[in-house]
C-alpha cells in the first residue's frame, strides 16, 4: 500500500537544489518509519504475542522510503490474519485488517512528518 500525497511532495521536492532537504527527508523517513511501527504493534491482534513482536521496520533512508510489517520469518501467518482464511473444516476466519487500518490511521502523521521536516529544513 502507498501513502498518496508524500510520494508527490518528494517528487517535487527532488527539482529544488537545497542539500538540507535529503537530510531533512532521510530524518522524517526514520521519524514515519517509528510511528508507523508502533500503530502496527498497537493494531496488531494478540493470541500469543508472536505476530505483535514480529512486526519490523526496514528503513532506507537514502531511497525514503520504509518496509513495515510483520517479520514472516517470525509469523509467516501475518496475511491469513490480515486477509482471513479459512480452516482445515473449511470454515471462515474473518480478516483482521490490522495492517491497512494502520495505514489509513497513520497517513495523515506521516505526511505532517514530513511536511514539518521540509518546513523546518527550508527557514
Not at 510483520?70 to 509467516?76: F, G, L, T, Y
Amino acid at each position: 500500500m502507498k501513502v498518496k500525497g508524500v510520494l508527490e511532495t518528494l517528487i517535487n521536492l527532488k527539482a529544488i537544489n537545497d542539500s538540507r532537504i535529503p537530510s531533512a527527508l532521510r530524518d522524517a523517513t526514520v521519524k514515519a518509519s517509528g510511528y508507523v511501527l508502533t500503530r502496527l504493534q498497537q493494531n496488531t491482534p494478540v493470541d500469543t504475542g508472536r505476530l505483535k513482536s514480529s512486526a519490523r521496520t526496514k528503513v532506507y533512508p537514502s531511497a525514503f522510503m520504509a518496509l513495515i510489517g510483520p517479520d514472516e520469518s517470525i509469523a509467516p501467518y501475518g496475511r491469513w490474519v490480515e486477509y482471513g482464511h479459512h480452516t482445515r473444516s473449511g470454515t471462515w476466519v474473518k480478516g483482521q485488517f490490522f495492517i491497512q487500518r494502520t495505514v489509513l490511521e497513520t497517513s495523515r502523521g506521516v505526511d505532517e512528518i514530513f511536511r514539518d521536516a521540509i518546513r523546518i529544513a527550508l527557514r
